[in-house]
């Protein structure tokens, strides 16, 4: 078996089990099972230059060998045009782009960057995965530098159709540098649907199957959607916290139930719809009142972009006003907490929930909502709610979807979950953790890696 070598921009603290956001979970999951390397940013910004060479530090099977960056170069790569530019592109937000020419040479030159670093601790026989958004040019810079492994890609967020990758300044070398790798990923069918179309009307190549033929060379462009470690996580969620526990006594003698969310504080999670949608139940159904609350847990993240600010003071001013509204001397409807959770306490609190209520406006898969499904018991389970827009309504199809845009669709629904028969939550339970374990993240991993490494690629049956 040969090496495998990872890269991304976040690396995760695999010595921890506080992580916001799922590509690391994801690939912390999948490299703790075959191990191997993970390069990426340490998350430190500098003033000066360092030379190329990364820190290495070794975690049971997985060495991880980190680079600082420069403060222009967190200001031009990572919240410039990675976050300023692509991240709201792909997730279909033309309004929000703000784009600035230097954060293209700094998005160049980071990736640049992040091939001197690789260069240092690569060795002939490895294979090479690179993950997101933030290094698709990384596989033209490798090869100008005259690596020859084979190299993989695999976007975490949604690829958007034609007319909106038209928005992207530069987009037809983008995608071009995109078709520079040896396999190509993608989390759901609509986006290598939008690839497709992409590379056939806009660069004139042709997808046969699933593959594109490039001059002398073919390139796999696959659908994998990323999956969770299913029995780790329901056994984190059974094992439980204390303050957890208590806190789920005190509900159940009240006879009271709880929607929970679960989120980064990113304007694609749809957060203020959320909350009107849940101000919209009480409205509607004023015999719920008093017998439910939603629990929000909002994790800081980005904060020095623009959108990031404007959406946590309207989220605030949100929860504020429904507490203000229908809050009594004994309970409160909304409960927000801005902060990170560690996951083992999230999943006690995602098994001590009625409802898991996930519904990003667009979203490349959602972690949170397989692992609220993980987190569940048979022998009395709670609902998912879920956007049609998430990545993850491809595959969780009896889940109850929603329209994340909808508030009154969203509030009936919710009511229809708090009110489910116990027959019916079991069966769609069954049949929702049956697809997380189909493809979880040993599936994704090894499915990525036989397109990789063998060149074999049998599109999954989503
Ligand atoms: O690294 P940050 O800027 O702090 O952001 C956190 C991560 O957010 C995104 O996660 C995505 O990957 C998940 C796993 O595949 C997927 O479920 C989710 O839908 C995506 O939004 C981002 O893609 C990562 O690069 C970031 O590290
Ligand atoms: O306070 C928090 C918030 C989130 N997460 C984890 O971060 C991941 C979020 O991944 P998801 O795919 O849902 O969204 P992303 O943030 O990557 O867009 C999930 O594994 C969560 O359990 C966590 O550990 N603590």
């Known amino acids: ?49 360092e030379p190329p060479e990364p820190r290495i530090r070794k975690i049971g099977p997985v060495t991880q060998a980190t680079i600082p960056l420069t403060q222009q170069d967190y200001e031009e790569f990572y919240l ?68 020859t492994q084979r190299i993989g890609f695999f976007l975490h ?27 190509i990923g993608f989390q759901t069918n609509t986006d290598l649907g939008n690839l497709q179309h992409y590379v056939e009307d806009q660069l004139g190549y042709q997808m046969n199957g699933n593959r594109i033929k490039i001059d002398d060379r073919e390139v796999i462009a696959g659908c994998f959607p990323i999956g969770i470690d299913v029995d780790a996580f329901n056994q984190m969620a059974q094992q439980g916290n204390e303050e957890v526990q208590i806190e789920m006594h005190r509900r159940r003698v009240l006879g009271r139930q709880q ?53 946590r003071k309207e989220l605030e001013a949100l929860s504020g006003a429904i507490n203000g509204r229908f809050a009594d001397f004994n309970w409160t409807p909304v409960r ?20 898991g209520f996930v519904t990003p406006l667009r979203d490349g898969m959602n972690l949170v909502a397989k692992e609220y ?7 009395n389970p709670g609902v998912l709610v879920l956007s049609k827009f998430a990545g993850a309504a491809e595959e969780l199809r009896e889940a109850l979807i929603v329209n ?46 036989d397109a990789l490494e063998n060149n074999q690629y049998t599109p999954a049956n989503c």
């Open 1 to 49: 078996m040969n090496r495998l070598v990872i890269v991304s921009n976040r690396v995760a603290d695999l010595s921890s089990s506080a992580q916001a956001g799922g590509l690391a979970v994801g690939v912390g999951d999948a490299l703790r099972q075959r191990g191997g390397v993970w390069l990426g940013w340490d998350g430190q910004t500098l003033k000066y230059e």
């Open 80 to 147: 410039g045009f990675s976050n300023s530019v692509l991240w709201p592109l792909f997730h279909y937000r033309l309004d929000l782009v703000d784009y600035k020419s230097d954060f293209l040479d700094g998005y160049r030159r980071v990736n640049g960057k992040f091939a001197d670093a690789l260069l240092t601790v690569l060795q002939p026989d490895d294979v090479i995965w690179i993950h997101d958004y933030h290094l698709i040019p990384l596989a033209s810079e490798l090869r100008q530098r005259g690596c």
């Open 157 to 183: 967020i949604p690829f958007p159709p034609p007319e909106i990758m038209a928005a992207v300044p530069k987009h037809r070398w983008l995608v071009e540098s995109l078709l520079d790798f040896d396999v």
């Open 259 to 311: 929607i929970i969310g679960v989120d980064r504080l990113d304007y694609t999670k749809g957060l203020p719809d959320r909350l009107r949608a849940f101000g919209r139940l009480l409205e509607l159904f004023p015999e719920l009142r008093k017998n439910v609350a939603l629990m929000q847990i909002a994790t800081p993240t980005r904060e020095e972009v623009e959108a990031y600010v404007e959406i």
């Open 336 to 355: 927000y907490m801005y902060g990170t959770v560690p996951r083992d306490a999230l999943a006690a609190l995602f098994r001590a929930s009625q409802v």
């Open 373 to 379: 499904v993980a987190a569940q018991s048979i022998d």
């Open 404 to 449: 994340p845009y909808d508030s009154d669709d969203m509030a009936r629904t919710l009511c229809h979950a708090l009110t489910m028969p116990l027959g019916e939550r079991q069966e769609r339970q069954q049949a929702l953790i049956d697809r997380i374990r189909k493809k979880d993240a040993r599936w994704w991993l090894n499915t990525f890696m």
